[in-house]
């Protein structure tokens, strides 16, 4: 947010009385996990990558691959996609990995494109590595017994 903006809140909630009124709702609120949401959030740099493993089943359909390898110090940038050395179309054979889907080809629109995509292209939005974290939260999730 830009500073006049800001200003312009701040002086706002200020001239409505804003601020007292929410002070008791924010205590009030937690998260999921059931901490206080001004607790500090668990830092990833606790947390350990697991070391290159088979790729990992999917859990539902259209889930993004996981990533079974490491993947610290890769380069995903504009100019640059680390990840394409290994899953691209004309390398993926020789580097025993996964081919990049049909999907990442089209635009917006459903048309073809030559290349990746776009808005295909930060690999790690989607698709991410694994670690040894424990889960954040209680989870029972099973994955749809005709998917296997």
């Known amino acids: 947010m830009n500073p006049k903006t800001r200003n312009f809140v701040l002086s706002l909630v200020a001239a409505l009385g804003l601020g007292a009124a929410t002070a008791p709702l924010a205590q009030s609120v937690s998260s999921v996990r059931g ?18 493993s088979p790729p990992i089943p999917r859990d539902y359909v259209q889930q993004p691959p996981l990533i079974p390898h490491r993947v610290e110090g890769y380069e995903v940038s504009l100019n640059f996609n680390k990840c394409m050395d290994c899953h691209a179309w004309s390398r993926y054979q ?47 999730f099973r994955p749809a017994t005709g998917l296997r």
């Open 35 to 52: 901490a206080d949401v001004a607790a500090p959030e668990p830092s990833p740099g606790n947390f350990r990558q697991l070391p290159d």
């Open 94 to 140: 020789e580097a025993g990995a996964t081919k990049v889907s049909l999907t990442h080809f089209k635009d917006r629109d459903g048309g073809e494109l030559s290349n990746v995509s776009p808005r295909r292209y930060f690999c790690l939005q989607c698709h991410i590595p694994q670690t040894d974290a424990r889960p954040l939260v209680e989870n029972t």
